[in-house]
């Protein structure tokens, strides 16, 4: 397994850990943000297949062999799984079961937790990750993906844990205006909708989430009643 990781000149004490492991590759990231860091990791990766962790999350022992498995059948050009949330402490809170891949849903909402995804490197070399979007990064990829017929399976799984803690940037106050733009613009982009001016996106963005968790619903419904 390769293991690279792309550090922002972080001051946290990362570079002094990272240094007790030389058969980690270090890569230097001088700017830009979170998704030059992902664009960068993913020309740098040399491997077959490509999955990647943000710095609070982790794998699940047995996780890479069997997505390794699932994308040996060569039924699958991605794969993903449910995902472990646990807190600053790692003590387990949940766990989240998802569903079978739906192109018409990956606008409105990501059901792919990127630290349980998987995926062939000559296919992710084709997309970018915008830099324009900071929070809704995965959503924008996995939506393009998608939307080009990439092959992604879902297996009732768990491959990692995600830690959820107060410092999450996605979970910010201040930046829920930026989550709710960054979702409509990735709407935009996929199905041309614009929503009217005159009502806030944080709104626009709440009522489109019905309509999404009861199609979320049926699918998981329908995804247990093939078993």
């Known amino acids: 397994v390769e293991h690279l990781v792309v550090d922002g000149r972080s001051t946290d004490g990362t570079r002094e850990i990272l240094e007790r492991y030389p058969e980690v590759t270090v890569i230097d990231q001088a700017a ?50 449910n995902v472990v949330f646990v ?24 059901f792919v937790p990127s630290t349980t995804f998987f995926v062939r490197r000559d296919i992710l070399r084709r997309y970018r990750v915008d830099p324009a979007f900071e929070l809704a990064i ?35 106050p201040d930046r829920r205006r930026r989550l709710a733009d960054e979702h409509l613009e990735v709407l935009r982009r996929r199905t041309g909708f614009v929503p009217p001016r005159t009502l806030p996106p944080e709104l626009v963005f709440s009522l489109l989430q019905w309509p999404a968790r009861c199609w979320r619903v049926g699918l998981k419904l329908r995804s247990r009643s093939r078993r």
């Not at 807190?87 to 409105?108: F, K, T, W």
């Not at 924008?140 to 959820?164: I, N, P, S, Y």
């Open 32 to 81: 830009g943000n979170q998704s030059d860091a992902l664009n960068i990791g993913f020309e740098r990766a040399s491997g077959r297949y490509v999955g990647w962790l943000n710095a609070d999350d982790r794998y699940l022992p047995g996780a890479f062999s069997r997505a390794l498995g699932l994308l040996e059948s060569g039924s699958a050009d991605a794969v993903y799984s």
């Open 87 to 110: 807190d600053g402490d790692l003590r387990e809170i949940r766990r989240v079961r998802h569903h079978p891949p739906s192109a018409a849903l990956a606008a409105l909402y990501c």
């Open 138 to 172: 995965d959503l924008e990829l996995f939506a393009a993906m998608l939307a080009d017929g990439v092959r992604f399976v879902w297996t009732d799984d768990f491959f990692a844990q995600f830690r959820w803690h107060g410092e999450n940037k996605s979970l910010a």
